[in-house]
C-alpha cells in the first residue's frame, strides 16, 4: 500500500486508510484518510515538512464558507486494497503525530477530501438557516416568508357585569381584522417596505383595505449562502382591515 501527499511518498502503510466522516443519515459525508505507518527519520521530517507548509498557506486563506472556495490544499494519491485515487485535493483534519519503535516512528495522520468537505460545510449553513414558514404575504413589491399564522382581531365586544352580577356586553358587536406580520426578506426587501410604509400611511384607507397599525421594525441576521453574504431580516409589522 503506497500513498504520497505532495511531496511526501510512504509504502508502510498498516491499515485501509479510506472511510468517512459526517452525517451518513443526510448524505453529509466527506471522504477521509486515516493513514498509519512506519516511517525513517528523513520521513517523518519530509511529512511535517508538508504539514508545515500547508498549515502556513491555510491560515492566509479567507473565510472557507465566505469565499465559497477550498482555499489550500495538499495534493493526495496512493491506492489499498484495490482502491486507486490521484492528485485529492486534501485538507489535513489532524496533523501528524508520532511514537518512536525502536529505530522508525510510528507516525499517524488524517486528511480529508476539500471538496467534498467544503460541499457538507454549505449545506449545513443552508439547513442551520432554514425555517418552517406559514405561507408569503405581499407588502407593496415585498413578499414576505411568513414565521406565523397572522390572523387576529382587536376593537371587539367585552362582557361586563351588572351591580347584580349580571351579564351584559360593552363595545360595538364586531371586530376589526388585523394580520399580525412576522416575515423575512433581504435588504432590499426590507428598504422596499418602509417605502410601502410611508406610502400607505399618507392617505385613508378604503372600506375593505388593510391599513398599517404599527410602524415597521426589524432585526437582522448576517448569513453567508454558497459563498456570498445575503442577510436575512426578519420583518414585523400590524395590519388592520378597514370598515
Known amino acids: 500500500m ?55 498557506a491555510r491560515i492566509q486563506d479567507a473565510d472557507t464558507l465566505t469565499s465559497n472556495s477550498v482555499g489550500t490544499t495538499v495534493s493526495f494519491s496512493g491506492s489499498a486494497n484495490g482502491i486507486t485515487w490521484s492528485g ?16 522508525y516512528i510510528q507516525a499517524s495522520v488524517r486528511l480529508v477530501h476539500a471538496a467534498e468537505a467544503l460541499a457538507v460545510l454549505r449545506k ?12 408569503t404575504y405581499t407588502l407593496g413589491s415585498t413578499t414576505l416568508q411568513l414565521l406565523k399564522p397572522p390572523e387576529t382581531y382587536q376593537d371587539t365586544p367585552t362582557l361586563a357585569l351588572t351591580a347584580s352580577g349580571a351579564t351584559y356586553i360593552t363595545g360595538p358587536l364586531s371586530a376589526t381584522r ?8 433581504n ?45 436575512l431580516y426578519t420583518v414585523s409589522i400590524s395590519l388592520g382591515q378597514a370598515k
Not at 485529492?88 to 529505530?103: D, I, K, L, N, T
Not at 449545513?124 to 405561507?135: D, H, I, P, Q
Not at 388585523?178 to 426578506?185: S, W
Open 2 to 56: 503506497t500513498f504520497s501527499i505532495g511531496a511526501f511518498n510512504c509504502s508502510l502503510l498498516t491499515a485501509q486508510p479510506l472511510g468517512y466522516e459526517g452525517d451518513a443519515r443526510k448524505g453529509l459525508t466527506a471522504r477521509t484518510w486515516n493513514i498509519t505507518g512506519l516511517l525513517t527519520s528523513s520521513q517523518w521530517q519530509s511529512l511535517l515538512s508538508v504539514y508545515d507548509n500547508w498549515r502556513n
Open 88 to 103: 485529492v485535493g486534501c485538507w489535513f483534519a489532524e496533523p501528524p503525530s508520532g511514537e518512536q519503535v525502536g529505530a
Open 124 to 135: 449545513e449553513e443552508v439547513l442551520s438557516t432554514a425555517r418552517y414558514t406559514f405561507g
Open 178 to 185: 388585523v394580520r399580525n406580520l412576522e416575515g423575512t426578506t
Open 187 to 231: 435588504a432590499a426587501g426590507w428598504a422596499a417596505i418602509q417605502s410601502w410604509y410611508e406610502s400607505a400611511i399618507a392617505a385613508a384607507p378604503a372600506a375593505g383595505a388593510w391599513f398599517p397599525l404599527s410602524a415597521p421594525s426589524a432585526t437582522a441576521e448576517a448569513q453567508i449562502v454558497a459563498g456570498v453574504r445575503a442577510d
